[in-house]
């Protein structure tokens, strides 16, 4: 396992761990038997994201990236984070080894799925936002095994 | 402490002086091929009939029953494959357990492709088989029981005396991967009818790469590497001397300091259990309380993730290892810890630390200071610990 | 001299120093499993990562195409029985040479008893396989051509850019045996339409027990050693760490001073073979007068046994190898110097002497010298002397 | 190959090398498949060995056997010679490598057939003795391939 000094960095000091008592729009994705679960908190005033923080379950790299991603939309309005994916996360961090690729996918969901809980509570629709999937086991099983 | 603390001698350990001293010369001067004619091939050849003695010594075996091979997985394949080709007119059945090694279990699974029938024994939560299902498990077509020595994750030791008994009733060869047990329980092949054991060197303070396979006389093999006459005309390819030298002098080492060892060993892994297990809450232990390995030290802890621990301790100076497989490339956690019947999450949360020589007291007692803050800390992170405290308001 | 003079390079290589240095750590402090998570474990694997770009680099391949084995036994067996299993349901024929190293026949003759059919092709009086005869072996059932590279016993370099052509035109997978080779002569798998290919560390100044395979990106082949996520999820066991950095150390060196070193290996070459068609008469060279690996001699000495040289040489302090298999059981001299049509008695007088980086021009001269009144003195105890004498007169 | 110091000693110094030219028997076994030809001269009187000689074409163990082989039989009657097993010859030597054992048997064979030379021409008949096998290729070989 080969981490960059921005993984670590982010593992060991991870920005915006916590919950929000009056959170907008919570999301919760991945599952035990992945070994990874995030769960996003976000507060959302005026389609600004004040606030965001999260729990995670999970690996270093499920940390590091839940801490990149919701540090990068804090402060953003609702259509940039939509626009955040999980490559700029991967970016941010400087990379991340092949088989934690989909940590970065997980905390790009987690964010869509606080969206999502924040859309249905307010009963508004976001454009281009998709319902988070049910259960995603089978999205991220046997990335590395290849032929 | 400024000093790497190394507790993880079950994945691999550092060579031993002994044997480092006893291996230079043939990765220098004494070069020779054992299979040559002259003068100073008769060195090589000397110093490997020598390290086959101290091999077949240690488990009361013949020279003549020992096979060296490049480590424990060459071993576990050429002892599985090599048994199921040379009987498989007899029968294509084989017995093995859930927690193998994927050694044998992956070439169990490639023999299951070849047509062979294998059944996986469950184990009950020690990780210990029932003698009564590999009993009623066995049937006319069985050929082949394999079963584990003892387990390199939770340290399980199996009834191996106990499972000869009845496959050698049977007329059923029975195999043992014994990587981790050497030099921890004493083996004897023929008291304990063992008809094939695997060996490698580099969990006993030898070289990596090194292992052997020993054959009862009369049971009959298939070769697996085949070129030259090397090792009694089964197994091709110029010898690794030095590696073998350094499996000869390890095993022997290991065997005639394992009753003492073996003491200090114990009283370190139970202070390390205790004190885990007293001092952090929602903690458990895993494989058998007294049936395990002197060196293993296996715990879950709930709500937490395994490589997360891990990361922590190593920022500390501490190298364990974990049930959780976020390293190897599958998603899925240990197969053994799961086959114990822990959930998914448990499974993820255990970490495992394995003693060696080198570990003292010490160590032992930083490792119970360092390790409660950072599962606090990562409890604090976790959203299954936040959902359980909610659930126990 | 005082001094042992070592002449049988194409059996052993000692490790050389530079070598020997980058081993050492990875025998010692540097022992972490490569698998493992925490820091120290990455230099492990750093150390891996660096040896596949060397091997890579030597042969123009890239790293996701080597795989570390035990040697080139190992890489030779895995080649061929792991493309015979992957396309099997394409065809079941084989096409090998019949002076092929036992690595490779004894494998081909395991596939047979196993229902593949296997085509040995001739070769000529200098051991080269004619393409013509190759072409018109393969069928629409042939999978698999397997041609070495350059022979072991007597040197001679087979046309394995040709081959390359006819077997990519023809879609059949093509591995070469290059153990003897590498180091010698440019390789260049791209280049030459090459598929796989086997090596092996301890012909170059690397350790025992070290080889790599080469599989090029797209060939199927079924895995031999089952077990751990290694080598790409390919190749099972932990890791001979330090194996395989001195072959990737040794593979790197070989191939960078290959073309200064073979010059002064030409020259000694030519000074012992000269030398000794010119002084000893009833001798003949085995093997192609050019087309030859720039260290390898072999001569039959008319009249006399291999093994009873190699014995008087020993005593002068000097070590060759012979065509004559007293040494490995069999009572048949070498394979392949009946491939070339030698008759048994000429096979079995035969002498192989291989150069390495070691040989001075002091060391060749002083064999020149003591040869020829040993062949002399062997000569008059035999009785095929005597009748041949006896029928001249 | 393990020779020990009296076989590297026959090797090296072998003793009753050559030919007798005016031989009461000479006989002749192996052949070049095998790699090895042994061919003993015998020079006999009043029914004892007065002389021995011998030619071989092969291995050290070849060499050593046909030396230790004439040596044990010099002086010795018949009858005496007929004794000598391939056995005793091993033995004289301190043993030999299992591998080299069919050398012994050769030197016993090749001293048999001189004697067998040596009754035909002189027309006597030999209690116990044998006539040579026609070729023994078949016999020595894969001693060592057990199983
Ligand atoms: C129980 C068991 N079997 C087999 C092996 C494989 O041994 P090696 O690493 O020598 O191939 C190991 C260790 O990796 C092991 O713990
Ligand atoms: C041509 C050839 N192939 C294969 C081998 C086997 O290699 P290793 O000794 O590394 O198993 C050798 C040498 O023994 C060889 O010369």
Same mark, same amino acid.
């Given at each position: ?9 982010? +593992? ?44 995670? +379950? ?13 540090? *990068? ?32 996918? *997980?905390?790009?969901?987690? *964010?869509?799925?606080? *969206? ?27 990335? +590395?095994?290849?032929? | ?12 350990? @550092? ?25 100073? %091939?008769?060195?090589? @050849? ?11 010594? %240690? ?21 599985? @494959?090599?048994? %199921? ?161 350094? =499996? ?115 160590? %032992? ?18 959203? =299954?610990?936040?959902?359980?405290? @909610?659930?126990?308001?």
């Amino acid at each position: 396992m080969e981490y960059s000094e921005k993984v670590m960095d982010h +593992f060991m000091h991870p920005r915006n761990v916590g919950e929000i008592e009056d959170a907008s729009g919570v999301g919760t994705v991945g599952n035990a038997k992945c070994g990874d679960i995030m769960k996003v908190y976000l507060k959302i005033e005026d389609g600004i994201i004040q606030d965001a923080k999260f729990k995670t +379950f999970g690996c270093g790299a499920a940390v590091a990236t839940s801490s990149m991603a919701t540090e *990068l939309i804090k402060g953003r309005t609702i259509e940039e984070a939509l626009k955040l994916t999980n490559k700029a996360v991967m970016e941010a961090l400087d990379g991340l080894p092949k088989v934690k690729v989909h940590c970065s996918v *997980l905390a790009e969901e987690a *964010l869509r799925a606080a *969206l999502w809980d924040y859309a249905k509570t307010n009963n508004i629709k976001i454009e281009g936002l998709e319902p988070p999937k049910e259960d995603d086991d089978l999205d991220h099983h046997d990335l +590395f095994d290849e032929e | 402490m400024d000093k790497k603390i190394y507790f993880d001698n079950a994945a691999t350990t @550092k060579v031993r002086p002994e044997v480092y001293q006893e291996i230079l010369p043939y990765l220098d001067e004494m070069y020779a091929n054992p299979s040559s004619v002259y003068t100073i %091939a008769r060195d090589s @050849k000397k110093a490997i009939d020598k390290a086959r003695e101290q091999v077949a010594n %240690a488990i009361n075996a013949t020279t003549r029953e020992i096979y060296f091979t490049s480590g424990g997985t060459e071993s576990d394949n050429w002892a599985i @494959k090599g048994v %199921a080709d040379a009987y498989k007119n007899k029968g294509k059945h084989i017995i093995t357990s859930s927690i193998e090694h994927h050694a044998v279990l992956h070439t169990c699974e490639y023999l299951e492709k070849q047509g062979f029938k294998v059944t996986y024994l469950p184990v009950d939560k020690y990780g210990l088989i029932n003698l009564e299902d590999l009993k009623s498990a066995i049937t006319d077509e069985t050929i082949l029981v394999s079963i584990m020595f003892a387990n390199n994750e939770i340290g399980t030791i199996e009834p191996i005396k106990e499972i000869g008994k009845i496959t050698r009733e049977k007329g059923i060869i029975f195999h043992t991967d014994a990587v981790q047990a050497i030099g921890h329980v004493p083996i004897d092949v023929k008291d304990m009818n063992i008809d094939l054991l695997s060996m490698s060197g580099h969990k006993i303070y030898g070289p990596k790469g090194t292992g052997a396979l020993y054959v009862r006389k009369g049971v009959r093999i298939t070769q697996f590497i085949h070129g030259g006459a090397q090792e009694f005309n089964r197994r091709g390819g110029t010898e690794n001397v030095c590696g073998i030298v350094g =499996l000869g002098k390890a095993i022997e080492l290991a065997t005639s300091e394992m009753e003492e060892e073996n003491k200090r060993l114990l009283e370190l892994r139970q202070t390390i259990i205790d004190g885990i297990l007293n001092t952090v809450p929602y903690t458990h232990l895993n494989g058998h309380p007294e049936q395990r390995l002197s060196n293993n030290v296996n715990i879950t802890f709930d709500f937490i993730e395994g490589e997360s621990i891990l990361l922590m301790l190593d920022f500390k100076g501490i190298e364990a290892s974990s049930g959780s497989a976020c390293t190897s490339g599958s998603l899925d956690p240990s197969h053994v810890l799961l086959a114990l019947g822990l959930p998914h999450e448990k499974a993820h949360g255990s970490v495992r630390i394995t003693l060696g020589r080198y570990n003292t007291k010490e160590e %032992a007692e930083f490792l119970l200071k360092e390790l409660p803050p950072i599962i606090e800390r990562l409890r604090n992170m976790s959203p =299954l610990w936040e959902d359980f405290l @909610k659930s126990n308001k």
